[in-house]
């Protein structure tokens, strides 16, 4: 049996009543669709999905759904084996399944899934590490800099690569700024981090990612390292001024190596920041507002279904 979770709000799902019914009707009696809104009706599905021993996990979403799900699920199954989950691509970015390699229209890839389910054979899976964030799981997690250039590019209306650009263009100004930095993409924070029990010099960071994927969004790939072994994240730790984090922001945007005495970059299992001030984070591109302290370590690894066309 096939569980369909469809967030109706997802980028490519919004506006599209009829979506869920195809859906349904490419399921036929293999499957089930839930349409959720809400995180308790996300937690409803997910343990109705569970007691039916649901053989696959869809989510008809983006990565933000995704993120809300595997937060869900991860806790609700407590460490007995996951379904494998397949990745419709219903959101805008679709972060986390372009960097999987999963490609496709999202009935497509249902379709696909159905006639698998149906042949009894095998899936192709992706085997990917989660990261837990505090109480969450998702794949991507950022602070400082990574969070600015998300709400920048979140701001007004718009999506895709001629956001994209706009965006990069207004960091290149910023790195330009005289004056206040507090303005400027490259506003640093006061933090204590820890890596892999390992203390940094304390002091003032412009930027911190930590990844069990690749890609990052908006089709950056820094955290190249992320899926080397199972059991660690790639973390990459700025802490230098302005106009070098500048430097490194457009390296990392650039596919390039970094450079730096306060710069860290390493695979570890766990980190920990307490920040001087309250901050936003990120986690799958999803914000969230005045963080004091985090705790990141590596969460079950889930299995992805990656068909071909």
């Not at 595997?70 to 460490?79: E, Q, V």
């Not at 698998?116 to 899936?123: A, L, M, S």
């Not at 412009?206 to 790639?234: D, I, S």
């Amino acid at each position: 049996m096939i569980g369909v979770i469809s967030n109706p709000g997802a980028g490519k799902n919004a506006g599209n009543p009829t979506r869920i019914d195809r859906l349904g009707q490419i399921l036929g009696s293999d499957g089930v669709v839930r349409e959720i809104q809400t995180s308790e009706e996300i937690l409803d599905t997910i343990r109705e999905f569970r007691r039916g021993e649901i053989s696959v996990l869809a989510i008809d979403g983006g990565d933000g759904t995704l993120h809300h799900a595997l937060s869900a699920l991860i806790p609700i199954y407590d460490g007995t084996d996951l379904p494998p989950i397949a990745l419709l691509r219903g959101g805008t970015m679709n972060t986390i399944a372009n960097s999987l390699g999963i490609r496709g229209a999202s009935e497509a890839i249902l379709q696909r899934i159905v006639s698998t389910v149906r042949e009894q054979v095998p899936f192709e899976v992706v085997r990917t590490n989660t990261l837990k964030v505090n109480d969450r799981y998702g794949f991507i997690f950022g602070l400082g800099f990574p969070v600015n250039l998300l709400k920048a590019y979140y701001q007004g209306e718009g999506r895709g690569p001629a956001k994209t650009i706009r965006v990069l263009l207004r960091v290149l100004l910023s790195m330009l700024e005289k004056g206040d930095t507090d303005r400027s993409f490259f506003r640093p924070f006061e933090a204590e981090i820890w890596l892999d029990g390992k203390r940094l010099p304390r002091g003032r960071y412009t930027a911190f990612l930590g990844a069990t994927v690749e890609e990052v969004g908006l089709g950056f790939k820094p955290t190249r390292r992320a899926r080397e072994k199972e059991g660690l994240f790639q973390t990459l730790c700025l802490g230098t001024g302005p106009k070098k984090s500048g430097l490194n922001a457009l390296r990392v945007l650039l596919g390039m190596q970094l450079r730096g005495e306060r710069l860290a970059d390493r695979m570890v299992r766990r980190s920990v920041i307490k920040l001087e001030k309250p901050a936003d984070i990120q986690i799958d591109g999803e914000i969230f507002k005045n963080q004091k302290e985090i705790r990141l370590h590596v969460g079950p690894a889930i299995r992805c279904i990656r068909t071909r066309p």
